[in-house]
């Protein structure tokens, strides 16, 4: 079995997979957990990727009572896309999916300090709203997650184009942790 990747550090130098709460000995920092609640009470996920000067793209899942719709727009590429329906039962499933992935144990932020220098740096923000709570926030410039690719993967299985890289370039690949 592969060891787990840490969410905030990309080390694999962590606790075996058994536990509900993992732990990373290179960061010194737990992850991971229980998130059944969480299929219950996500309201919404939003991914935006962006590139300075240039038109974003963006993937909205909207919780409704008749399961989920996923929105576009995909400025770029796919202007005309329309709403994806998936019923409760693959509106769970993706939840599931998307939560272990560790997503509530990512950093707030994601920075390469030398894409601080180059103007057409890729960016990406990644909010989650909730019932009765705080939303949670993510965001990159010129770095991605470790599960990033994992994601776009997820996102993938549900016909969505991969919105994971950057505009114009079908897409520019970046460094991940």
């Known amino acids: 079995m592969s060891p787990i990747i840490c969410p905030r550090c990309g080390g694999t130098n962590t606790s075996p997979a058994t536990q509900l709460v993992l732990y990373c000995q290179d960061c010194q920092s737990e992850f991971g957990g229980d998130?059944?609640?969480?299929?219950?009470?996500?309201?919404?996920?939003?991914?935006?990727?962006?590139?300075?000067?240039?038109?974003s793209q963006n993937l909205?899942?909207?919780?409704?009572?008749?399961?989920a719709t996923i929105e576009g727009p995909f400025l770029c590429y796919y202007p005309d896309l329309p709403e994806i329906?998936?019923?409760?039962?693959?509106?769970?499933?993706?939840?599931?999916?998307?939560?272990?992935?560790?997503i509530l144990?990512?950093?707030?932020e994601y920075r390469d300090h030398d894409s601080e220098k180059t103007v057409s740096a890729f960016g990406w923000d990644?909010?989650?709203s909730f019932d009765?709570?705080?939303?949670?926030?993510s965001r990159g410039q010129g770095l991605y997650p470790?599960?990033?690719?994992?994601?776009?993967?997820?996102?993938?299985?549900?016909g969505?184009?991969?919105?994971g890289k950057a505009l114009g370039q079908n897409f520019l690949q970046l460094q991940t942790f």
Do not use: C
């Open 160 to 163: 969505l184009p991969n919105i």
């Open 60 to 67: 909205t899942f909207t919780r409704t009572p008749a399961g």
């Open 85 to 102: 329906y998936i019923d409760p039962q693959q509106w769970q499933q993706l939840l599931a999916d998307f939560y272990q992935l560790y």
């Open 146 to 158: 470790p599960y990033w690719s994992a994601l776009m993967d997820l996102f993938a299985s549900f």
């Open 35 to 55: 998130h059944q609640e969480l299929l219950a009470t996500t309201r919404q996920i939003v991914l935006n990727t962006h590139q300075h000067g240039a038109a």
């Open 126 to 128: 990644l909010k989650i």
């Open 132 to 137: 009765h709570q705080q939303p949670f926030y």
């Open 105 to 108: 144990d990512w950093q707030p």
